[in-house]
């Protein structure tokens, strides 16, 4: 059986170390640049890759406890630096904000929501007890998945908003990118069963039961292929994006692996799961050539 502890030190900071994560992110911003029909810039993958950084590093600084539960293989790993989680984010947010900042002030301005989204997430506020019924975002039903997966979906606006240019094709790629972390999150959801249980936290698993979290996962996987479809077959999109409907297949197979027996589902999650995004940017790249 394959696991993260079984790796060298590399991959276990790439994983446990938010890296893959936010190297992700910034494929995606390369596929948004590719369909914008533009090619990707070192500053838009490195500004991507410093949100993402950051929030992972804010999640991870205000979790300790919980993930000693749910992955406690990262914790160990990420113990000698939990003390300085949340200084890390702010870093690199503060970097990431420095160079939107010189890029231009729209931009720059958009960039606020995700560092918003990132906080009432992770950190939370008081106020939104009387607004959702609880102090986080993650701890009300599918206020967390919804909550990542309308962070996530506004990258194709920012990228927009980094060239000065926001066409209908980029606002088009939003809903994909929505229903591609609908079904990521509640996978992930499934892994941290034992500690939401734990700690209260409401997830479709836990609400549901896994049957129902794997019916609802399909279904997402089901919309993300059929919109691009839909896309293609009204012109709004080019026929090379049509590669991307490799990924709900992708989601689907390592969901049969996940109901395996011995299957370790936080290398599934961490790994395979997150890493599909590490794959957005180069293969819209190979389709666009081919």
Not at 211 to 226: C, E, G, H, P, T
Request: glycine fraction near 8%; aromatic fraction near 14%; charge should be positive.
């Amino acid at each position: 059986m394959i696991t993260m502890e079984s790796s060298n030190p590399v991959a276990k900071e790439l994983v446990y170390g938010g890296h893959l994560l936010a190297l992700g992110t910034s494929s995606i911003a390369a596929a948004c640049a590719i369909l914008l029909g533009r090619s990707p810039t070192i500053l838009l993958l490195l500004m991507a890759y410093l949100f993402s950084f950051g929030a992972y590093m804010l999640n991870r600084g205000s979790e300790v406890s919980q993930d000693k539960i749910s992955n406690p293989g990262r914790t160990n790993y990420l113990s000698g630096r939990s003390r300085y989680l949340t200084t890390i984010s702010a870093v690199g947010f503060g970097i990431g904000y420095v160079i939107a900042f010189f890029t231009n002030l729209i931009f720059f301005l958009a960039l606020l929501v995700p560092l918003v989204l990132a906080l009432v997430y992770s950190i939370g506020s008081k106020k939104l007890t009387g607004l959702i019924g609880a102090r986080r975002l993650k701890e009300k039903l599918l206020v967390k998945n919804l909550a990542i997966s309308f962070g996530w979906s506004l990258i194709p606006v920012l990228v927009g908003l980094y060239y000065r240019s926001l066409p209908l094709i980029l606002l088009s790629f939003a809903p994909f990118i929505f229903f591609r972390l609908m079904s990521n999150t509640i996978f992930f959801d499934l892994r941290d069963v034992k500690a939401d249980k734990a700690y209260g936290v409401r997830t479709v698993p836990v609400v549901y039961g896994q049957s129902r979290a794997y019916s609802i996962m399909n279904l997402f996987d089901i919309l993300s292929a059929l919109y691009i479809v839909f896309l293609i077959v009204v012109r709004l999109f080019p026929l090379f994006t049509a590669i991307m409907v490799f990924f709900p297949v992708y989601s689907v197979a390592y969901r049969q692996l996940s109901s395996l027996p011995n299957t370790n589902i936080s290398f599934l999650c961490d790994v395979v799961a997150d890493g599909e995004y590490l794959l957005w940017g180069p293969l819209l790249f190979i389709g666009k050539i081919f």
